[in-house]
């Protein structure tokens, strides 16, 4: 299914999250954040692995890479008409 969604380019609305992401790798809360999804939603994604995180902190905290915030919108996108992840 990622590789479906790969050509889709959305527009990134300028926040402070936007910002925070474009830095290098960041927690789940800064791409849930970016991103405008709940945490629940992001670990759907992971589940069913549509989106996976780059590394792990010490403490177990999932970090992810810059790219994987525009795959993450597409995927909430195709949810507002009625597509399922399952």
């Given at each position: 299914?990622?590789?479906?969604?790969?050509?889709?380019?959305?527009?990134?609305?300028?926040n402070?999250?936007?910002?925070?992401?474009?830095?290098?790798?960041?927690?789940?809360?800064?791409?849930?954040?970016?991103?405008?999804?709940?945490?629940?939603?992001?670990?759907?994604?992971?589940?069913?692995?549509?989106?996976?995180?780059?590394?792990?902190?010490?403490?177990?905290n999932?970090?992810?890479e810059?790219?994987?915030?525009?795959?993450?919108?597409?995927?909430?996108?195709?949810?507002?008409?009625?597509?399922?992840?399952?």
């Open positions: 299914m990622y590789s479906a969604l790969a050509h889709l380019t959305l527009p990134i609305p300028e402070q999250y936007q910002r925070a992401w474009l830095q290098a790798l960041s927690d789940y809360k800064c791409l849930c954040k970016s991103a405008n999804v709940t945490c629940g939603e992001l670990r759907l994604c992971e589940s069913q692995s549509l989106i996976a995180p780059q590394s792990r902190t010490e403490s177990g999932r970090q992810y810059t790219n994987t915030l525009d795959p993450l919108m597409a995927i909430m996108r195709l949810k507002e008409p009625g597509f399922t992840l399952a």
